[in-house]
């Protein structure tokens, strides 16, 4: 028989997305934040219930739209994400800040930020913040979307949090990246690599 007697646990993974819900990114369907949105459902539904997910909305002000937690309401969740609307202007620190608070803090075995913004931001010390993240094994994805998004200053989130920079001048590419990072983030734990098999028992 070919069955699985040590069912380890699956390391639990902690994914908080940081959403620019400002009101460049638009409300109607096809906007920016229509699309990301349904980026943000759809990394909702690849995960497990025992990971853990939080979504963060920001403009002005940020604050939790979904709580950081397990998925085992998953519909619910999904629900709340789809009720986002877009409000004032665009901060984006208070955001990476309450993210990366709440997942150092979290018993999640891998860590990730996924920061959707469109646009510049307020000032403070990203990179103290970022970088100091990364050493607490906290990495951020950075998706910089529209032609007039800051793209040096998101590369640069990226480069300091170790994950991956995306440039997107096309809005409906959003949840195709989100679903790629969402696999990335799941798969880390995953080792590929050649082996020598070993008589361990008779």
Do not use: C
């Amino acid at each position: 028989h070919m069955d699985i007697e040590d069912k380890t646990p699956f390391p639990k993974l902690g994914m908080v997305i940081a959403l620019d819900k400002s009101g460049s990114m638009g409300g109607g369907a096809g906007s920016k934040l229509a699309m990301a949105k349904e980026a943000g459902i759809r990394s909702a539904e690849l995960l497990s219930a025992r990971d853990l997910l939080g979504v963060i909305g920001f403009d002005h002000a940020a604050s939790w739209v979904v709580p950081f937690r397990d998925l085992s309401q998953k519909q619910k969740v999904i629900d709340t994400i789809a009720s986002i609307r877009p409000g004032g202007g665009t901060d984006i620190y208070p955001a990476l800040e309450k993210g990366i608070h709440t997942l150092n803090h979290s018993d999640a075995a891998l860590k990730h930020v996924i920061l959707l913004s469109d646009g510049v931001t307020a000032g403070g010390n990203f990179e103290a913040l970022i970088r100091g993240a990364y050493h607490e094994d906290v990495t951020l994805t950075s998706i910089a979307v529209g032609d007039d998004a800051d793209r040096h200053t998101m590369a640069s989130y990226a480069e300091w949090g170790g994950g991956n920079y995306y440039l997107v001048t096309d809005p409906t590419a959003i949840p195709a990246i989100f679903t790629r990072e969402t696999l990335l983030a799941t798969r880390s734990f995953l080792v590929e690599e050649d082996f020598q098999p070993a008589l361990a028992a008779p």
